[in-house]
C-alpha cells in the first residue's frame, strides 16, 4: 500500500517515520525543496509534487496547516477521486473537504507529536460513505501512532485544545520540574530524566494500574507530609484553574479557525 503524506513538517515527518517503520510505502509531498532535502537526508521518499504522489497512493493523509489546505485539495482533488484521505488538519471539518473535493472519502483524525514515539492518543471521525474493509485499513494505520478512538465530529475543537496541543502542555510541566530540579541542587539531566519518568509511571498509574488521579493523590499524601506541603503551594498557583482556562481558549481558538475556513469556502 502507498501513502501519500502531503505536508513535510513537524508532524508530516513523525507520521512518515512512524508508517515507514511499520511496513508502509510512503511518499512525502513538500513545497519547500530545502526541506525535501532534509526528509531525504532521513530515509524518506520526498518530492514537491503534491499531485504526483496523490495519483500513485491508495490512501492520502493531509498535514499541511488549515489556512492551506484549501489550495492544496483545489490542486489535488482529481487525483483524490474515490480514494480514502486522512485530514490531520486542526479545525478543517470533514464538511469543508467534501465541498472541494465532494468524491473523496474523509476521515478527518487528531493526534499530536506523540505520533513519533507510537504513543498519540489519536481521535478520528468519518463520514458514512467507506466500507467497512476501508474502515478496517484506516483504523489499522492510526493504531501505528498510538491509541486510536473514534469520536462524534462535534468533540474535534475539544480533542484538539486538550489532546492535540497536550504535548505542549505536558512539555511546560516538565520543563517546570526539571527548574524546580536544579533549583534544589540536582544535575540537570537527573531532573530532566525524573520528571520525563514521573509522566510515564504516573500515565501507566492511571491508564494500566486503574487509578483515578483523584485516588493517585490520596495515596501519596499524609498528614504533615512532604507531598502535601508541595500540592500546598502550587493550589496557591491556581494550577487547576491555569489548566481549564488554557484548554478552554485553545478550544475557542480551533472554533474560531474553523468557523473562519467555513466562511471562506
Given at each position: 500500500?502507498?501513502?501519500?503524506?502531503?505536508?513535510?513538517?513537524?508532524?508530516?515527518?513523525?507520521?512518515?517515520r512512524?508508517?515507514?517503520?511499520?511496513?508502509?510505502?510512503?511518499?512525502?509531498?513538500?513545497?519547500?525543496?530545502?526541506?525535501?532535502?532534509e526528509?531525504?537526508?532521513?530515509?524518506?521518499?520526498?518530492?514537491?509534487?503534491?499531485?504526483?504522489?496523490?495519483?500513485q497512493?491508495?490512501?492520502?493523509?493531509?498535514?499541511?496547516?488549515?489556512?492551506?489546505?484549501?489550495?492544496?485539495?483545489?490542486?489535488?482533488?482529481?487525483?483524490?477521486?474515490g480514494?480514502?484521505?486522512?485530514?490531520?488538519?486542526?479545525?478543517?471539518?470533514?464538511?469543508?473537504?467534501?465541498?472541494?473535493a465532494?468524491?473523496?472519502k474523509?476521515?478527518?483524525?487528531?493526534?499530536?507529536?506523540?505520533?513519533a514515539?507510537?504513543?498519540?492518543?489519536?481521535?478520528y471521525?468519518?463520514e458514512?460513505?467507506?466500507?467497512?474493509?476501508e474502515?478496517?485499513?484506516?483504523?489499522?494505520?492510526?493504531?501505528?501512532?498510538?491509541?486510536?478512538?473514534?469520536?462524534?465530529?462535534?468533540?474535534m475543537?475539544?480533542?484538539?485544545?486538550?489532546?492535540?496541543?497536550?504535548?505542549?502542555?505536558?512539555?511546560?510541566?516538565?520543563?517546570?520540574?526539571?527548574?524546580?530540579?536544579?533549583?534544589?541542587?540536582?544535575?540537570?539531566?537527573?531532573?530532566?530524566?525524573?520528571?520525563?519518568?514521573a509522566?510515564?509511571?504516573?500515565?501507566?498509574?492511571?491508564?494500566?494500574?486503574?487509578?483515578?488521579?483523584?485516588?493517585?493523590?490520596?495515596?501519596?499524601?499524609?498528614?504533615?507530609?512532604?507531598?502535601?506541603?508541595?500540592?500546598?503551594?502550587?493550589?496557591?498557583?491556581l494550577?487547576?484553574?491555569?489548566?481549564?482556562?488554557?484548554?478552554?481558549a485553545?478550544?475557542?481558538?480551533?472554533?474560531?479557525?474553523?468557523?473562519?475556513?467555513?466562511?471562506?469556502?
Open positions: 500500500m502507498i501513502v501519500a503524506v502531503i505536508g513535510g513538517g513537524v508532524i508530516g515527518e513523525a507520521v512518515a512512524a508508517l515507514t517503520l511499520n511496513g508502509y510505502n510512503v511518499v512525502v509531498s513538500e513545497k519547500r525543496i530545502e526541506r525535501v532535502k526528509l531525504e537526508g532521513m530515509g524518506l521518499k520526498a518530492t514537491t509534487d503534491n499531485r504526483a504522489v496523490a495519483k497512493a491508495d490512501i492520502v493523509i493531509i498535514c499541511v496547516k488549515p489556512k492551506n489546505v484549501k489550495s492544496v485539495l483545489e490542486e489535488i482533488k482529481e487525483e483524490i477521486r480514494k480514502i484521505l486522512i485530514s490531520l488538519a486542526a479545525a478543517v471539518t470533514i464538511g469543508f473537504i467534501k465541498k472541494l465532494p468524491e473523496v474523509v476521515v478527518r483524525a487528531m493526534p499530536n507529536l506523540a505520533i514515539v507510537g504513543e498519540s492518543f489519536t481521535a471521525s468519518a458514512p460513505g467507506l466500507r467497512s474493509e474502515m478496517e485499513e484506516v483504523i489499522k494505520l492510526l493504531r501505528v501512532f498510538g491509541v486510536v478512538e473514534e469520536i462524534d465530529e462535534s468533540y475543537d475539544a480533542i484538539t485544545a486538550l489532546s492535540g496541543c497536550a504535548p505542549a502542555y505536558m512539555a511546560l510541566i516538565a520543563e517546570a520540574m526539571i527548574y524546580a530540579g536544579l533549583g534544589v541542587g540536582l544535575e540537570r539531566n537527573l531532573a530532566m530524566k525524573i520528571a520525563a519518568q509522566m510515564i509511571g504516573t500515565g501507566k498509574l492511571i491508564l494500566e494500574g486503574r487509578r483515578t488521579p483523584s485516588q493517585i493523590l490520596d495515596m501519596v499524601t499524609t498528614p504533615g507530609g512532604v507531598t502535601i506541603e508541595g500540592l500546598f503551594e502550587l493550589e496557591k498557583s494550577i487547576r484553574y491555569a489548566f481549564m482556562s488554557a484548554v478552554k485553545a478550544r475557542e481558538k480551533s472554533h474560531i479557525i474553523t468557523s473562519a475556513l467555513s466562511e471562506g469556502c
